[in-house]
């Protein structure tokens, strides 16, 4: 997975390249419904694109301020694209055959979107398409790599207990939140109290407490299909290596 950082209308339409057709739909449900096979199939890569995804598609009201788009190959669903302001866009699967009109399509959308983030090849590719258009310089941002775990080695037992933070506990959520990414290098486009002011009260973040004391935090997404992505994880520099 590679980010890539680009510095400085309700309808559905088709555009068709031999047996390819690029779709935009109009709203967040259709997608989700449109594409389904395809997250439930890829549910891993396109993990954070799932969530985003339902996220829209179960609001009562339907808002038009986000481009969704699926590559469709013979009648398949082989790679799709979203944004959802003031996030960078998401790509996933293949674009080859529509990677141009992809990029004026949601150029159309989000003249300003801040970067793109899907797999290496295709990011470097949108990345040089967008900045011909618009006249902006690519820069990378991060590359990841994913880890699955298959099996679980209970480890031995340690002092203390889990905790699931609480709104009592949000200054050090996230003052954890601002020090991780500080360490990791990443930067996001909600600042840290938002962010995990929203966690908190969705429940996905957890302390691991010593007599009480917080000394470590791990997070969680949430399930999406069948899979949990775990993050951030962030101890506290005084209760590391013990």
Known sequence: MKIIRLLSEACFRFRRISRLALKIFATAYDFVVGAEDYLEHHAAEARIHYRVAVAHAVREVQTTDH?????IEEGKVCGIALCTSPWKGLLA???AGHMSEL???LHGVFPRMPGIMGPPDEAVSFAHLWCDLTGMHPA???SERWYVLDELTMPMAVPGEMMTATEAHLDTVTAWMEA???EAGLHDAVDARTQSMRAVERGL?????VDGTPVAMAGHSGPVAK???IGPVYT????RRK
Do not use: K, Y
């Open 93 to 95: 699967g293949s674009w």
């Open 180 to 182: 991780f990414w500080e």
């Open 236 to 239: 506290d520099p005084q209760h």
């Open 103 to 105: 990029v004026r399509a």
């Open 205 to 209: 973040f957890h302390f691991w407490c």
């Open 140 to 142: 990378e941002g991060i």
């Open 227 to 229: 899979l949990v992505s």
């Open 67 to 71: 481009f969704f788009a699926a590559n």
